[in-house]
């Protein structure tokens, strides 16, 4: 990655951010009651695979299908 030292020095910052830097105590907690008040459409956002479909899931989360596919494993 490259960077204009022009743009730190004039007062701006940077920032790195992985998965959401959330403080999952305080936001798990409101995920939670946002689901409950129906106000937050998880079930949505989750595609179901079994395991062996797993090269479809990947693709289709790739290519922007599915927001977050979940694979299913089988019973032994």
Do not use: C, W
């Not at 830097?21 to 595609?47: C, H, M, Q, W």
């Not at 990947?58 to 979940?70: A, D, H, L, R, T």
Request: overall charge negative; proline content about 7%; charged content about 30%.
């Amino acid at each position: 990655m490259s960077l204009d030292v022009n743009n730190v020095l004039f007062g701006r910052n940077i920032k790195g951010v992985i998965e959401g830097n959330s403080t999952p105590d305080l936001f798990t907690p409101d995920l939670i009651d946002l689901y409950r008040a129906g106000k937050s459409p998880f079930d949505e956002l989750v595609t179901y695979y079994d395991f062996e479909d797993i090269e479809r899931a990947v693709e289709e989360q790739e290519n922007g299908e599915v927001v977050k596919p979940v694979l299913r494993m089988s019973e032994p």
